[in-house]
T-cell receptor
């Protein structure tokens, strides 16, 4: 099955700096790559996603890049703020008629210090 | 619109018992997926339901089962509970309106503790 690896497991940055989280996937058939943010006591919340026909997507301070050849994708957060502190998960999915299961990475705990 | 709701939010059971968790998707959403989240294994896919049919199943033993009702609400059941079943169980819904992957919206989860 699909294997998604995520690095780093923890990341500490100062407010205003950039944060980068990287993921690799094993199944070349995967075509949908969402990123979720999970705060303590809450369920994961989608922050951005990208499909395999797109190389880069940006939404304000958040951007995601995808390299299909290398089978890796990355999350970039610029001008970090303390409220960005949370656990971030990447995921990959084949997205077919037989189902849309998300295969998650193990998560990155991001701490933004003032 | 109201988000995905899950009940109960917290549950304590003992080994050998069974448990039923409930999920109400966002209004209009027709697909419901379940995930188990543990510190060791992370987020793992359990199963996905669409139009009352199981479309996909993860690598979990048969003790884990689920169903979906005609109003898209879903339940999952775990029988003969083991200590390792202690986890946060998350439900996610999506519209399933087209033939492409759509965003899955997660609920707050049900935290199950097995003693």
């Amino acid at each position: 099955g699909e294997n998604v690896e995520q690095h780093p497991s923890t990341l500490s940055v100062q407010e205003g700096d950039s944060a980068v989280i990287k993921c690799t996937y094993s199944d070349s058939a995967s075509n949908y790559f969402p990123w979720y943010k999970q705060e303590l006591g809450k369920g994961p919340q989608l922050i951005i996603d990208i499909r395999s026909n797109v190389g880069e997507k940006k939404d304000q301070r958040i951007a995601v890049t995808l390299n299909k050849t290398a089978k890796h994708f990355s999350l970039h957060i610029t001008e970090t703020q303390p409220e960005d502190s949370a656990v971030y998960f990447c995921a990959a999915s084949k997205g077919s008629n037989s189902g849309y299961a998300l295969n998650f990475g193990k998560g990155t705990s991001l701490l933004v210090t003032p | 619109k109201a988000g995905v709701t899950q009940t109960p939010r917290y549950l304590i059971k003992t080994r050998g018992q069974q448990v039923t968790l409930s999920c109400s998707p966002i209004s209009g959403h027709r697909s419901v997926s379940w995930y188990q989240q543990t510190p060791g294994q992370g987020l793992q896919f359990l199963f996905e339901y669409f139009s009352e049919t199981q479309r996909n199943k993860g690598n979990f033993p048969g003790r884990f089962s689920g169903r979906q009702f005609s109003n898209s609400r879903s339940e999952m059941n775990v029988s003969t509970l083991e200590l390792g079943d202690s986890a946060l169980y998350l439900c996610a819904s999506s519209p399933r309106a087209g033939a492409y992957q759509e965003t899955q919206y997660f609920g707050p989860g049900t935290r199950l503790l097995v003693l």
